[in-house]
């Protein structure tokens, strides 16, 4: 047989992204793909039985919903599913510390809860698998380079430090000091405690009360006039509904002082 080998030059056809559906479908069988007749219901039904899923009907949105929203790992647009700079970099980590957080092995630990359900497992004996894979992972003798913030969201300046002038950036519990590597421990907590004092009817009204301070209230601590405006403050009993200008304590960085009650109309 005469043969001619012709060299042709083509390009493959990337798969389709995901889309919700086509995702949610995916979680649901992963192993629909292997399934030589996909219109099989019965062999799918049967994978179903195994477990041979990924979450649960009650949990998928959850799951894809964090991943986009709270870590990031994916993007949406247009109804389609990107992984980002952030997830390509998670995958790389994972692969190279060898953890296995991947479909097979979710999988498996899938078709271990149906196997309690069903009788075959105990919990007992799932917990020592899911021990024995979690010490193995910490035994291995593997190291990557940091990470450092290179994904963190960049952080948001309110003001300048009134002790050393660093910048004051927004955390998540209090507003802190940028300069706290250089021993600066000013900080401004989001739930502060505050002495007040005022008058009453003809009486003196003292008690230290917890308060919530926002991001307006921050800056007014950091502003020239070192003072802010506490809407809704109580006393101990839990009547009354006064407003009450504080300035942070000169002398204890992370105390806070009453400056008087303020009577409506008042200014912020």
């Known amino acids: 047989v005469d043969i001619t080998y012709l060299s042709v030059e083509k390009k493959t056809q990337a798969p389709p992204r995901y889309t919700t559906e086509s995702l949610n479908d995916f979680l649901k069988c992963p192993y629909k793909s292997l399934i030589d007749n996909t219109d099989n219901d019965d062999e799918e039904y049967r994978l179903l039985l195994l477990g041979c899923e990924i979450g649960t009907v009650a949990t998928r949105t959850d799951i894809i919903t964090k991943a986009e929203k709270k870590y990031k790992y994916i993007s949406v647009k247009n109804n389609q599913f990107y992984c980002t700079d952030k997830g390509a970099a998670f995958i790389s980590y994972l692969k190279e510390l060898q953890i296995d957080l991947f479909k097979d092995k979710n999988i498996d630990f899938n078709c271990y809860l149906k196997d309690v359900y069903k009788g075959n497992m105990t919990v007992e004996q799932v917990i020592e698998k899911t021990q024995a894979e979690i010490v193995d992972t910490f035994n291995k003798d593997i190291s990557v380079k940091e990470v450092g913030n290179k994904f963190a969201a960049p952080k948001k300046e309110i003001g300048k430090c009134p002790f050393c002038g660093s910048e004051i950036i927004e955390g998540k519990k209090n507003y802190y ?4 590597k250089n021993g600066c421990g000013f900080k401004i907590w989001l739930k502060s405690y505050c002495t007040f004092s005022f008058v009453k ?3 003196t009204i003292e008690y230290i009360k917890e308060i919530k301070v926002n991001k307006t209230n921050a800056k007014g601590f950091l502003s020239d006039k070192k ?22 304590d000169p002398q ?14 008042y200014k912020t």
Do not use: M
Not at 177 to 180: P, Q, V
Not at 233 to 240: A, L, R, S
Not at 257 to 263: A, K, N, V
């Open 177 to 180: 000091c940028a300069g706290y």
């Open 252 to 265: 204890g960085k992370n105390k806070f002082r009453s400056l008087g009650r303020i009577s409506k109309p």
């Open 201 to 203: 009817d003809g009486k």
């Open 227 to 248: 003072q802010s405006v506490i809407k809704g403050v109580q006393e101990k009993n839990g009547t009354g509904d006064y407003t009450v200008a504080i300035e942070y």
